[in-house]
């Protein structure tokens, strides 16, 4: 099956870390563009990182830049995003999702989400 | 950072009722929107690409239409599964940016 599947979540003190994994069946990843959007109720969907399918070339919202990390190990077929100095503001449901192109632009094969909570 | 607005916030129409929903950007997009639907505790699923671009197996009853800062997603004929919150997504390739409008809930009348 072509499927995503996140890992990670779970709680996280204010100032916190936590790791996101998300690991790829089915396609092709290496040659994918990955990207990580986020959803809460309160501001909806948000874009929040993205990277090329050799890993050469990342992008970053400003709201999450310097202190996320994506990454990704493409002999393990898995993207990771690595978040620290975490907020409540953080607090989401994290997606992954395979870019349409190999650059960022459509996401047309998401995850079911990873679930964050920060607590202060 | 482009904004996207999408109007109406809510729509409440009957199934066979024509639907549209739209998107407007606060600068030009060229043609790089999207559309994705998204069901209760499901994640998006993209519906339109390229602003009229349908995605692999989206019924043709979906199609999307614009370009610059103004796009329509048109539903000719609701049927009952179509009854979701629907997004505009946007693109821009320097600085590499992505943003999502606030969504657009289509409900039964």
């Known amino acids: 099956d072509v499927q995503l599947v996140e890992s990670g979540g779970g709680f996280v003190q204010s100032g916190g870390s936590m790791t996101l994994s998300c690991t790829a069946s089915g396609f092709a990843f290496s040659t994918s563009a990955m990207t990580w959007v986020r959803q809460t109720a309160g501001k909806g969907l948000q874009w929040v990182a993205a990277?090329?399918?050799?890993?050469?070339?990342?992008y970053y919202a400003d709201s999450v830049k310097g202190r996320f990390t994506i990454s990704r190990d493409n002999s393990k077929n898995t993207l990771f995003l690595q978040a620290n100095s975490l907020t409540t503001e953080d607090t989401a449901l994290y997606y992954c999702a395979r870019d349409l192109r190999t650059t960022v632009t459509f996401f047309d094969l998401w995850g079911q989400g990873a679930l964050v909570t920060v607590s202060s | 950072e482009i904004v996207l607005t999408q109007s109406p916030a809510t729509l409440s129409l009957s199934p066979g009722e024509r639907a549209t929903l739209s998107c407007r950007a606060s600068?030009?997009?060229?043609?790089?929107l999207a559309w994705y639907q998204q069901k209760p505790g499901q994640a998006p699923r993209l519906l339109i690409h390229?602003?009229?671009t349908r995605a692999t197996g989206i019924p043709a009853r979906f199609s999307g239409s614009g370009s610059g800062t103004d796009f329509i997603l048109t539903i000719s004929s609701l049927e009952p599964e179509d009854f979701a919150v629907y997004y505009c997504q946007q693109r821009t390739n320097w600085p590499r940016e992505i943003t999502f409008g606030q969504g657009t809930r289509l409900e039964i009348k």
């Open positions: 600068q030009s997009v060229g043609s790089y």
């Open positions: 990277i090329t399918g050799s890993g050469g070339a990342t």
């Open positions: 390229d602003a009229s």
